[in-house]
């Protein structure tokens, strides 16, 4: 299953207004199983994309920005220069800000009045390429979405593509966006993924630390009061017999008393690379003084914000296949095409949840209250705890009030897990912040498999059925299935 993907564009020289995409550097980025994507090979070409009605169509512009150049345009230009620097809006970075969580995280900061930057290799895109998947949801291509953002909004969202684990990419874009706060999505997030194969488990620990200790190390040497907004995941600490702290515990052993970090009990290669990136960003807190913020998101579900409902331009992704599915969301395709639902093993698996227009309400109070510098935060980022067994049930009742057949059947749980546990975590921290949460509802459900039902006919069945396990992983490479 080697390819080589390459894109191409017809550029025509102009000078024209203030880009807000821009193309910074040749970038070569690595893939599991031989996938290679390159960028323009021109040093500092400055792309501009110019949208007319709607956003329905754009024009691609370059110019060849000699480093010098480009430095003074940007001292002179004055567009968001303020002699006062406190009244300047916050400059926020956005790392994977065209995928689930990023893209409308990205749009919803952006209307809050921050000036936001994404950056994206658009690797989420090609995973679905490699694996046969498709989003339910048709999504355009990263560059409509964001002219079509500046058609209905005026707002500028500026674009960096390239690889954060290329120092020098990311070195130039922390250079010439002067970000005040990182939000850093940019990680391969699913656990599946990390255990189909060698490559992918291999791909995902390398991509994830690696990636975050780029921005560390950036932070530190280009913009030390940069607050690093850093999303983890609950999975970090497993299913204790214990409540789970937010972060830190304060422990008693042999009559000796400390706070020390929770204790962490990943269950896959993805969730062990997010341990991995939340001690380096203890230690470098701790070490140069960085702030930082890590929030242990929980299961995200929903597909609507304000934001991506503005048009249909600006629609997100919703997966639900096997692999990249959320299992609210998975369950509510399901339900909209009569599969059963598919629930591993016991089914008593408890984990936080929350609505994703609280995914993006939380980044924004973490950025708007940040930590101090040399502190490194942990909050636990959901809003309400299900077992999978309960969630089949609210969607079961969901369903048939809209005239829906809808059965459940149990499966053999592909994952290593505890299918029965206490499960009590803490979450007040975003709370006392000011979070007001969106509670999963009759109204929410309704509207989740009224929108599964929109889009049915896109929905390919055999991606529903898990095809990846736990222990069957090995070093062959897996391809897609015909």
Known sequence: MAHLLSTSSSLKISSGPKPYCQLLNPVQISFPTSLTFQTSKSAFKRLVFQGDSRGKCFKVQATAVPVSQEVSAKSNSGSHQSSNESSKPQRVMVIGGDGYCGWATALHLSKKGYEVAIVDNLVRRLFDHQLGLDSLTPISSIHNRICCWKDLTGKTIELYIGDICDFKFLSDTFKSFEPDAVVHFGEQRSAPYSMIDRSRAVFTQQNNVIGTLNVLFAIKEYREQCHLVKLGTMGEYGTPNIDIEEG?????????????????????????????????????????????????????????????????????????????????????????????????????????????????????????????????????????????????????????????DVQTISVPNPRVEAEEHYYNAKHTKLIELGLKPHLLSDSLLDSLLNFAIKFKDRVDEKQIMPSVSWRKIGVKPKTVKA
């Open 248 to 404: 830190y515990i304060t422990i008693t052993h042999n009559g000796r008393t400390d706070t020390l970090p929770y204790p962490k009990q990943a269950s896959s290669f993805y969730h062990l690379s997010k341990v991995h990136d939340s001690h380096n960003i203890a230690f470098t807190c701790k070490a140069w003084g960085i702030r930082a913020t890590d929030l242990n998101q929980g299961v995200v579900y929903g597909v609507r914000t304000d934001e991506t409902s503005m048009h249909a331009e600006l629609c997100n992704r919703f997966d639900y296949d096997g692999v990249f599915g959320t299992a609210l969301n998975r369950f509510c395709v399901q339900a909209a095409v009569g599969h059963p639902l598919t629930v591993y093993g016991k089914g008593g698996q408890t984990r936080g949840y929350l609505d994703i227009r609280d995914t993006v309400q939380c980044v924004e109070l973490a950025i708007a209250n940040p930590a101090q510098p040399g502190e490194f935060r942990v909050f636990n980022q959901f809003t309400e705890q299900f077992s999978v067994n309960q969630l089949a049930a609210l969607v079961t009742k969901a369903g048939e009030k809209l005239g829906l």
